[in-house]
């Protein structure tokens, strides 16, 4: 499960570079510190995880269902992700659409599980 959050985490982060079309070597130092530090998985692996992520379609649903399924009640490891997810995004120039992205992502992750334990 662990190596699932992993590549979902990945994905949700690589979504905002790929999204914006940011520049991926610009963006790769952070996003390897970020998977480096939660994931201990080197830079070699992170470089191909974004790489692999960028190459291919991003089905950000998905990867909020693997996600919310795996910490459905530990909020303070989603809120890490967000946190994540927000450093990514403030990294480059910030856009209303950023705003928009993160307060979906933030609703989907806060509150799935809320509905699914009522």
Same mark, same amino acid.
Do not use: P, W
């Given at each position: 499960?662990?190596?699932?959050?992993?590549?979902?985490?990945?994905?949700?982060?690589?979504?905002?570079? =790929?999204?914006?079309?940011?520049?991926?070597?610009?963006?790769?130092?952070?996003?390897?510190?970020?998977?480096?530090? +939660?994931?201990?998985?080197?830079?070699?692996?992170?470089?191909?995880?974004?790489?692999?992520?960028?190459?291919?379609?991003?089905?950000?649903?998905?990867?909020?269902?693997?996600?919310?399924?795996?910490?459905?009640?530990? =909020?303070?490891?989603?809120?890490?992700?967000?946190?994540?997810?927000?450093?990514?995004?403030?990294?480059?120039?910030?856009?209303?659409?950023?705003?928009?992205?993160?307060?979906?992502?933030?609703?989907?992750?806060?509150?799935?599980? +809320?509905?699914?334990?009522?």
């Amino acid at each position: 499960m662990q190596e699932k959050i992993k590549k979902s985490v990945a994905s949700l982060l690589a979504y905002i570079v =790929k999204k914006d079309k940011r520049n991926v070597k610009r963006e790769a130092k952070l996003f390897c510190e970020m998977l480096g530090a +939660d994931f201990d998985c080197c830079q070699d692996e992170a470089m191909e995880l974004l790489a692999n992520t960028i190459n291919n379609e991003i089905n950000l649903e998905l990867h909020l269902d693997i996600i919310n399924e795996a910490l459905c009640n530990d =909020k303070l490891s989603k809120m890490h992700i967000l946190d994540q997810l927000n450093h990514m995004i403030y990294s480059d120039k910030i856009t209303k659409d950023d705003y928009e992205e993160f307060e979906y992502i933030k609703n989907r992750l806060c509150n799935s599980c +809320d509905s699914k334990h009522k």
